[in-house]
C-alpha cells in the first residue's frame, strides 16, 4: 500500500550516491547483501551453456553468442542455480546484469562472476535495484581502466558499494509490486509469442503450399526484383545502419539521424531492405521513406509486383534459409547475391490472390504492432514505478 499524499509531504530526506533518498534508510555495503559461492564445471550435458545478454539476461545461448567451440577442454565454466546474479565486470556499467529466472542449473563463461542474495526473499528487490538506471550511471562512473572500451568494475570492488536502502521488509513490499507489473508485461510478451507463431503458420501456408497448385507459378527471385547498388557519397541523408533494421512492415525503424554527410546504399521509400551479415541475416524491412544504409544491406526493388507482396515473400522461411545457405567468410559471413538472386519460390499467378495474402499478413502484423506497443506502454510505467519506489519519493506500508 503507497503512502497517502500527506505521508509522502512528511518525509525527510537526505542525499545519497544515486540522489535523495529517505532519511531512515539505513546505508548498507554490498557485501552484507551478497555471497559468492564458486562452482566449477565443464558438464555442458548437464549444466547446458547460457549466456549474459543486456537485452535478455541470463538467456540460452544462440547463433549470434555460440562461442563454445572457442573455448578449451582446461577452461571452465561456471555453475549459475536458480536466482543467483550474474554479473560481466567488463559490461555491467552497460547493465549486464541479472537474476537467473530458470528452474534448473546451467553454465555460463568462468569470465563472469555469480552470486546470490543473502536473503533469498530479497533477490526480486535486488534485481530491480542492480539494473535500476541511476545505478548503471553509477557503475559507469566507478568503473576503472586504461582504454575506455575496456574499463570495467571489479566484482571485489562491487562488493564495496554502498547504498542507503529500506529494511528488508520494505524491499519485500516494493519487490511485491514491482514483480505484479512483471507479470503483466510477462503475460502480453507470451501473447506477443502466441501472435508471432500464429503470423509465421499463416506465411507457411500462404506462402509456401506444400500441393503446388496450378495457380501458382515458380519464378526466380530475379524475376521480381532488382539488387539496388546505387552508392551515394557525402550526402545529407537518413541513415539506418544493418543493426536497426526490424522486421516491421509499418516502417517503425529507428533511423540514425545525422547532421553530417554520410555515405552508403541509396534505397527509396517501398524498396526491401534485408541484413546481409551475420548476425543480421534474418532482419528485413520495408522502407517507408528514401534513405542510406550500409553496404552489408541488401536492397530490393520490387519489379512487377506489389511491395507489400514482395516484402512477405522475402520475410518468409523460406527465402532466409536461401540467403543463409549461401553466406560465405569464417568469421562475418554473407550471403552470395548472384545465388539469392536465382533463388527459387512460388508465388499466385494471381493479383488479385497476391493482394489477398497481403491482407492477411498485414492484418497478422498490426495486431503483432498494436501489442509491442502496449508492451513498451507497460515497461514505460515499470520504469516510473521504479523511478518513485527504489528513491524512496512513494513509500509503502
Request: aromatic content about 10%; glycine content about 4%.
Amino acid at each position: 500500500m503507497l503512502l497517502s499524499e500527506d505521508e509522502q509531504v512528511s518525509q525527510a530526506y537526505k542525499n545519497g550516491p544515486l540522489g535523495s533518498v529517505p532519511i531512515d534508510w539505513e546505508k548498507t555495503p554490498f557485501s552484507e547483501l551478497f555471497v559468492s559461492f564458486i562452482e566449477y564445471t565443464n558438464d555442458l550435458d548437464r549444466f547446458p551453456l547460457y549466456s549474459l545478454t543486456i537485452e535478455d539476461g541470463v538467456t540460452a545461448k544462440t547463433e549470434r553468442y555460440e562461442r563454445s567451440h572457442l573455448v578449451k577442454k582446461k577452461n571452465l565454466y561456471k555453475v549459475v542455480r536458480p536466482n543467483d546474479f550474474v554479473y560481466n565486470p567488463m559490461n555491467v556499467r552497460f547493465g549486464a546484469i541479472a537474476r537467473y529466472k530458470g528452474s534448473s542449473p546451467v553454465a555460463v563463461s568462468g569470465y563472469y562472476d555469480v552470486f546470490s542474495s543473502v536473503h533469498e526473499s530479497d533477490s526480486v528487490f535486488m534485481e530491480n535495484f542492480l539494473t535500476f538506471a541511476p545505478i548503471i550511471s553509477y557503475y559507469n562512473k566507478v568503473s576503472t581502466g586504461s582504454l575506455i572500451e575496456k574499463q570495467r568494475v571489479h566484482f571485489s570492488k562491487f562488493l564495496k558499494f554502498a547504498f542507503p536502502l529500506p529494511s528488508l521488509q520494505e524491499r519485500k513490499k516494493i519487490a511485491a509490486i514491482l514483480s505484479t507489473q512483471d507479470k503483466v508485461i510477462e503475460l502480453k510478451e507470451k501473447l506477443l509469442a502466441l501472435k508471432q507463431q500464429q503470423k509465421k503458420y499463416l506465411m507457411q501456408q500462404l506462402l509456401m503450399p506444400k500441393n503446388k497448385e496450378k495457380s501458382f507459378k515458380a519464378i526466380h527471385l530475379s524475376d521480381i526484383s532488382c539488387l539496388i547498388n546505387k552508392h551515394i557519397d557525402g550526402q545529407k541523408y537518413n541513415y539506418v545502419s544493418t543493426e536497426n533494421i526490424s522486421p516491421n512492415l509499418s516502417g517503425k525503424v529507428l533511423f540514425d539521424e545525422s547532421n553530417i554527410e554520410i555515405s552508403g546504399v541509396g534505397f527509396n521509400a517501398g524498396d526491401i531492405l534485408v541484413g546481409n551479415i551475420r548476425p543480421y541475416l534474418k532482419k528485413v524491412w520495408r522502407a517507408n521513406k528514401d534513405g542510406l544504409c550500409s553496404t552489408d544491406v541488401l536492397v530490393f526493388k520490387p519489379i512487377g509486383i506489389s511491395s507489400e507482396f514482395l516484402y512477405y515473400l522475402i520475410a518468409n522461411d523460406n527465402f532466409f534459409f536461401n540467403v543463409m545457405t549461401t553466406a560465405k567468410g569464417s568469421k562475418m559471413p554473407r550471403g552470395d547475391k548472384k545465388a539469392i538472386m536465382s533463388a527459387k519460390m512460388l508465388i499466385p499467378e494471381s493479383r488479385i490472390e497476391q493482394n489477398f495474402i497481403v491482407e492477411i499478413l498485414s492484418t497478422a502484423d498490426h495486431e503483432i504492432n498494436l501489442l509491442q506497443e502496449s508492451i513498451e506502454a507497460e515497461k514505460q510505467k515499470k520504469k516510473a514505478l521504479m523511478q518513485l519506489l527504489l528513491t524512496g519519493k512513494v513509500r509503502v506500508k
